[in-house]
């Protein structure tokens, strides 16, 4: 069983460098699959050959963590149509799913084994303790971070989860399209290697912000300290849905104020589908007491995107093209 992948700026911390993950991405959400051919030269990104297609139905059958591939020859069969007219064949690819499939947890534990099966055991059972899932039915990931002031236990340790029901059946239908998934990992988490690095004490706050929900990420330095996700099931009112973000942005910002007092903000960043941004501009700065910046060029790593901008399919925030950057970040580890 493959497992899944957290994002390599983790190996740097622990000073070991990970297998440099294929050119190649599919980024797939719930009714579009997208591929893009991303990777490292020199000091820039090259991105390039963005390419998308519609799903005619919903990829992943419903459920808090997704579930099984509904149509999993029509997935085939999409991943078959975007590398149709590439100049070279797709043997090995990174795949990125959204935060409803890919969850991220932090835990402390007493201590994290070396050993596979007793690493897994650790994760597992604190896992239990922290999601209503069925730990048996997913698999997951765990790194050891830098330890926080005043946490529970001396190893703190950020898990990634995903059901495992679903990455077989992903797996499967990217095999049949001849094509192995070497890299599995979540959307959020490789935003940050795409972003340009900060001081190593500094704190920082993204916001990732679509119709279906949204995610914050606050770190210190390249390391996230705190990841919260909320999914918009169905559309709240205006009012409804700033109390449940102030409240979640509140109980952020008092994490932090209990482990690092007084401790401001070097940036605030956002990246929201279009006609997202303003509310969530104001709500950041009231809260985080901080200014608010929109992710553009000056946060990126360097990057030259050669593909055509007017296509229909082609991005249109930079929401959809963070993670795939990050993906190519991972290649200089």
């Known amino acids: 069983m493959r497992s899944i992948k957290l994002p390599s700026w983790i190996e740097r911390l622990l000073g070991t460098a990970p297998v440099p993950p294929p050119p190649h991405v599919f980024v797939l959400g719930e009714s579009r699959l997208t591929y893009a051919h991303c990777a490292q030269q020199g000091r820039q990104v090259e991105l390039s050959r963005y390419r998308s297609v519609l799903l005619e139905e919903p990829a992943v059958a419903s459920g808090l963590l997704g579930g099984a591939v509904r149509q999993p020859?029509?997935?085939?069969?999409?991943?078959?149509?975007?590398?149709?007219?590439?100049?070279?064949?797709?043997?090995?690819?990174?795949?990125?799913?959204?935060?409803?499939?890919?969850?991220?947890?932090?835990?402390?534990?007493?201590?994290?084994?070396?050993?596979?099966?007793?690493?897994?055991?650790?994760?597992?059972?604190?896992?239990?303790?922290?999601?209503?899932?069925?730990?048996?039915?997913?698999?997951?990931?765990?790194?050891?971070?830098?330890?926080?002031?005043?946490?529970?236990?001396?190893?703190?340790?950020?898990?990634?989860?995903?059901?495992?029901?679903?990455?077989?059946?992903?797996?499967?239908?990217?095999?049949?399209?001849?094509?192995?998934?070497?890299?599995?990992?979540?959307?959020?988490?490789?935003?940050?290697?795409?972003?340009?690095?900060?001081?190593?004490?500094?704190?920082?706050?993204?916001?990732?912000?679509?119709?279906?929900?949204?995610?914050?990420?606050?770190?210190?330095?390249?390391?996230?300290?705190?990841?919260?996700?909320?999914?918009?099931?169905?559309?709240?009112?205006?009012?409804?849905?700033?109390?449940?973000?102030?409240?979640?942005?509140?109980?952020?910002?008092?994490?932090?104020?209990?482990?690092?007092?007084g401790a401001p903000f070097q940036r605030v960043l956002l990246a929201a589908s279009a006609g997202l941004e303003g509310h969530w501009e104001e709500w950041l700065q009231e809260t985080l007491e901080a200014p608010v910046e929109l992710v553009g060029e000056n946060h990126v790593l360097p990057v030259n995107t050669d593909f055509d901008r007017g296509a229909p399919d082609a991005p249109t925030s930079w929401l959809e093209v963070l993670p795939i950057l990050g993906i190519a970040q991972q290649e200089v580890a």
């Not at 690819?93 to 070396?114: G, K, M, Y």
């Not at 940050?192 to 916001?207: E, F, K, M, N, W």
């Open 73 to 261: 020859q029509a997935l085939t069969e999409a991943v078959q149509e975007l590398c149709s007219s590439l100049p070279e064949p797709v043997s090995e690819a990174s795949l990125v799913l959204p935060e409803e499939w890919f969850r991220v947890v932090f835990a402390d534990v007493a201590s994290l084994p070396t050993a596979a099966a007793e690493r897994q055991q650790v994760l597992q059972w604190k896992l239990k303790r922290l999601v209503p899932f069925r730990v048996e039915d997913l698999r997951l990931s765990g790194t050891v971070l830098s330890s926080l002031p005043q946490q529970e236990e001396p190893v703190r340790v950020m898990i990634g989860f995903a059901l495992d029901e679903l990455l077989r059946g992903l797996e499967a239908s990217f095999e049949e399209a001849g094509i192995n998934l070497g890299w599995i990992t979540g959307a959020s988490l490789l935003s940050l290697d795409a972003l340009r690095p900060v001081d190593d004490q500094a704190l920082t706050a993204l916001a990732l912000v679509q119709e279906g929900g949204y995610t914050l990420i606050f770190c210190r330095g390249e390391e996230p300290i705190l990841h919260r996700f909320k999914a918009a099931d169905s559309p709240l009112p205006e009012d409804a849905r700033r109390r449940l973000v102030e409240r979640d942005l509140k109980l952020s910002r008092n994490f932090l104020d209990e482990r690092f007092p």
